[in-house]
């Protein structure tokens, strides 16, 4: 079978809360009667992502392409999860035009493409091209690079010290396998931030890695699909620190935690929010989301924060029969105080009392 014959697929990548599923959004907004099946890994046990494309209402949006996979991080679980996966989507009848696989904010890229090799799918598909999506306003408050000065510290009174932060290099990981990166949330930082960080950016990347400027994923959907890479024939140069230091064997994710919460009887919007941003600050998470129940309206409450920045909207009605209750995935670097951070969020009911 030649190249040609080959479903492209894209693989989006990019750390917490980047803007990913954003992107993928407006990715199946804008694809034109491309038929696309989309992959989705995520980390924390609630599916949200997966809930929320679900919930947008585009034609394009169909259940029955979304394909989940919430056992871990994609990069784990390559010969248990992704080519089973892959495998069930290249037999059915009716293939899709083009596959897209949004990555896990946690996960590493590199042990994903390197499966495209893989000869129970390599003569199927073919690595369209790999987008890192970066966030602009995460970036320019330091949150990759605020340890930098510990670190150097660190290394400086130990020699031996070989590694970054955990949040850094992951950060690195993933920029250093992109084809392309979208440097996204553009419309919370100036322009002269923008300039600032694209140069910072551009340092770490591949010579010759192409950046686009996003405002929430608002990108062309003919130039991101369709660059016809091959990626996973030029893997030279994308190695993962881990990869450089250990060969490339299995790696842990005991950098990161993550837990749900379910709550009960909320009642105030505003009160569960200011409570979420108050519990965030305290103990330093990453990233919350999820949904929440409030009293008297028909339609569930989305949640999104990306470090203290919390937000909110209405993303569809209850379904009749469905639940209706709070249940939020926090994530953030290990240890998680997972009692202390619960009664913290558990406040959102208290004080309603
Ligand atoms: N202001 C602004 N917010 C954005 C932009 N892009 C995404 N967001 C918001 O950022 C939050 C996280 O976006 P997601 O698309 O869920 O990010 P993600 O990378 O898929 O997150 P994970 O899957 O948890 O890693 C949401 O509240 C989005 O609405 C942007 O360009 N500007």
């Known amino acids: 079978m030649s190249t040609t014959e080959k479903i492209p697929v894209t693989v989006i ?9 954003t992107l993928v959004r407006h990715l199946l907004a804008h694809a034109k009667g491309k038929r696309i099946a ?15 494309l679900a919930g947008c209402g585009d034609d394009t949006c169909r259940e029955e392409d979304m ?7 994609i990069c784990c679980t390559v ?80 020699a031996m010290l070989d590694h970054e932060t955990p949040l850094g290099e992951l950060f690195e ?16 930082v100036t322009d002269t931030q923008l300039d600032t960080i694209e140069a910072h950016l551009k340092a770490e990347m591949r010579p010759g890695t192409g950046v686009v400027r996003a405002r929430n994923g608002h990108v062309d959907v003919a130039a991101l699909l369709g660059m016809g890479l091959s990626t996973e024939d030029n893997l030279a140069g994308r190695e993962s620190h881990h990869e450089l230091e250990h060969g ?23 009160h569960l ?27 569930r409450l989305a949640i999104q924060a990306v470090g203290p920045r919390v937000t909110a909207y209405f993303d569809r009605p209850w379904k009749p029969g469905e639940a209706r209750q709070t249940a939020l995935v926090v994530i953030g670097e290990s240890p998680l105080d997972h009692a202390a951070i619960t009664r913290s969020l558990e406040g959102a009911i208290a004080a309603a009392a």
């Open 38 to 52: 989309l992959i989705i890994n995520e980390f924390g046990e609630l599916g949200v992502d997966k809930e929320i």
């Open 273 to 299: 929010l200011n409570t979420i941003e108050a519990t965030i600050r305290a103990h330093d998470v990453l990233r919350l989301k999820g949904f929440a129940a409030l009293p008297g309206a028909p339609a």
């Open 67 to 73: 394909i989940e996979l919430s056992n871990g991080c």
């Open 79 to 158: 010969a248990d999860e992704f080519i089973p996966t892959m495998q069930a989507l290249l037999e059915r009848e009716d293939r899709p035009d083009h596959i897209v696989i949004e990555t896990s904010g946690l996960a590493l890229p590199q042990p994903l493409i390197r499966a495209f090799n893989w000869p129970e799918i390599k003569s199927e598909v073919t690595i369209d091209g790999v987008v890192t999506v970066a966030d602009a306003a995460a970036l320019s408050e330091g949150r990759f690079a605020n340890d930098e000065k510990a670190v150097d510290a660190l290394r400086s009174a130990d």
């Open 13 to 21: 990548t990019g750390f917490l809360g980047a803007g990913k599923t």
């Open 248 to 270: 490339g064997e299995g790696h842990e994710h005991d950098d990161f935690d993550s837990f749900s919460v379910t709550l009960d009887g909320v009642t105030s919007k505003d």
């Open 173 to 188: 990981d993933q920029l250093i396998a992109a084809d392309l990166v979208i440097l996204n949330k553009a419309d919370l």
